[in-house]
């Protein structure tokens, strides 16, 4: 395998696991709060193809991202007062949208499955990205990568470094310790919500504006649970985080080059890999559970009640 070869599949592995990344640290944030939101599958598609259609109609990434954010935002708006405000199981609501998120986007984007957009442009560092070999490896990504980059950052230096981290992961073991301090619980779990669906929103963006610039029905595939799985498989941490999702990606760029390497394969096998491989993760994390409950918000899935 030449040294080119393993650049762009570097390369495309990092591009492939972007939209875990936004989905996996949104899920991160909502459930360090003690929120449980199985509806990023759904929110994940309806910020999609919003994103396409603004972008389609604009031409403007700055107004599709935000399309897409605020989209799956009030997806998640809608997660958060049923389950938070009418204190419904977190479980059965996440569920329900994800399935009324998979019609919706279906419905809407009905008119634009036949449209295709321009590739996003990569971003051009001049001199860096002349460089050899690490100029390709660091400087040859789009905008929203580097953006993903920088909320990596953010997100690691908020929950371990400022005080709302502090808050948020405190509220997360015991609400009603936090409640007894005189934080709004509630309030906190809201924006953690709300805040989680934009960067799930931002995901889906992601792969209808910039990845695959095309509007597919349950074009996610499957991305949703797994960066469900991810925020498990990170053991709630943001590093971990980016670890398994380009992991992931690295398993579903590496499928469409094992052929091309002389390796005879069923295309339907090498399709699963991906997933085969977040569920083999899964399954030897799962062994250690003394790390899970060690690194689990307590409070996960559970309602909380200021009265309570």
Do not use: C
Request: proline content about 4%.
């Amino acid at each position: 395998m030449s040294s080119d070869t393993i650049i762009s599949i570097f390369i495309a592995a990092i591009a492939a696991g972007t939209p875990l990344v936004y989905a996996a640290l949104g899920e991160l944030i909502t459930e360090k709060s003690g929120v449980l939101n199985l509806g990023v599958e759904g929110m994940m598609l309806v910020g999609a193809v919003t994103a396409f259609i603004v972008k389609a109609k604009t031409a403007s990434l700055l107004l599709a991202v935000i399309g897409g954010m605020a989209a799956a935002a009030l997806m998640a708006l809608i997660f958060a007062f049923i389950t938070i405000t009418l204190m419904a199981n977190q479980v059965a609501t996440g569920l329900a949208l994800t399935i009324f998120g998979i019609g919706l986007s279906a419905f809407i984007g009905l008119e634009y499955t036949s449209i295709a957009l321009e590739a996003l442009p990569k971003v051009h560092f001049p001199l860096l990205s002349e460089i050899p070999i690490l100029g390709r490896l660091i400087f040859s990504f789009d905008i929203l990568i580097y953006l993903s980059f920088a909320l990596f950052g953010a997100l690691n230096w908020f929950l371990y470094k400022s005080r709302p981290g502090l808050i948020l992961r405190a509220i997360g073991e015991s609400p009603q310790s936090g409640h007894a301090l005189g934080f709004s619980v509630n309030t906190i779990r809201y924006l953690s919500v709300l805040f989680g669906g934009a960067m799930v929103g931002i995901g889906g963006a992601y792969l209808a504006i910039a990845y695959t610039p095309m509007w597919v029905e349950g074009m996610t595939s499957g991305r949703g649970w797994v960066a469900l799985a991810l925020v498990v498989f990170a053991t709630w941490r943001p590093a971990r985080v980016m670890a398994g999702a380009y992991l992931f990606g690295g398993v579903t760029i590496i499928q469409f080059h094992i052929q091309g390497f002389g390796i005879d394969i069923p295309s339907q096998f090498l399709s699963m890999l991906p997933y085969l491989a977040t569920i083999v993760v899964l399954v030897f994390i799962s062994r250690d559970i003394n790390t899970i409950r060690l690194n689990a918000p307590a409070s996960l899935g559970t309602a909380f009640h200021p009265e309570s």
